[in-house]
């Protein structure tokens, strides 16, 4: 009996160990009149087993889901079938997988489709004292101006520093955010940068310890006259 009990622990702990062996995050709106739908798909040529967490701005866990996906084949999750909408449902998704992914996002508002977006790479593990960087481009070149969401996809507390900068090098905006375990902010960059004919550049973020993620919704751009774009991928 003793042998049996052990053996199904180990096997537990093989699958969670297997489970967690790529991490991937990105962000969901699921505020009233907005949605998401996930795409999974497995690009191995056996079956991936992945768990799905979804939170809130406040970190809150909302909805969790776990599938197998069979060899080079897709799953597919609109997550307003699974919560509902309310103010401060948005925030970060994490998945697990046992297997490379690749996600397909797609964004909507008021039951229009407005943007598609892919993420691919996995949430790298730093080192402690190491520091990171990822970054990303924004324009408050009226009517357009865009807002950012920083998301912190771990169980832990993580801090970093945001600081933009304009068209000519100037420093123009920079904060340090400390963000609870799985928090989400949203910034209205106008609210600090203002508009104008030049005011656009980029956003660099500065991390250390704990890898942070960002979206960026670029408002007055496009057909649908909102873009929106998962910032996963880490320059340095």
């Excluded at 080079?72 to 997988?97: C, I, K, Q, R």
Aim: hydrophobic residues 45%.
């Amino acid at each position: 009996m003793r042998r049996i009990a052990l053996a199904l622990v180990v096997v537990a702990l093989v699958g969670i160990t297997g489970m967690s062996q790529y991490f991937y995050a990105f962000y969901h709106d699921n505020t009233p009149g907005k949605d998401v739908e996930i795409n999974l798909t497995n690009t191995m040529p056996w079956a991936a087993d992945v768990l799905i967490n979804m939170y809130d701005a406040d970190g809150d866990l909302i909805w969790t889901d776990r599938a197998s996906l069979a060899a080079n084949a897709g799953g597919y999750w609109a997550l307003s079938d699974h919560v509902p909408a309310y103010n401060l449902n948005f925030g970060v998704v994490t998945v697990e997988s046992s297997e490379r992914l690749i996600i397909g996002l797609e964004y909507f508002a008021n039951g229009q489709l407005v943007s598609i977006d892919t993420v691919y790479s996995e949430l790298p593990s730093l080192d402690t004292g190491e520091l990171f960087w990822l970054g990303t481009y924004y324009t408050q070149v009226a009517p357009a101006f865009t807002g950012m969401i920083l998301m912190n996809p771990w169980d832990f507390p993580a801090a970093c520093t945001v600081t933009a900068y304009d068209v000519y090098g100037n420093v123009v905006y920079t904060q340090d955010f400390v963000l609870s375990a799985h928090e989400a902010v949203f910034g209205d960059l106008r609210d600090v940068l203002g508009q104008s004919g030049t005011m656009w550049g980029h956003l660099d973020v500065q991390m250390q310890d704990r890898a942070v993620i960002m979206a960026m919704e670029y408002y007055n751009r496009g057909c649908s006259q909102l873009e929106i774009d998962n910032v996963t991928d880490y320059y340095f």
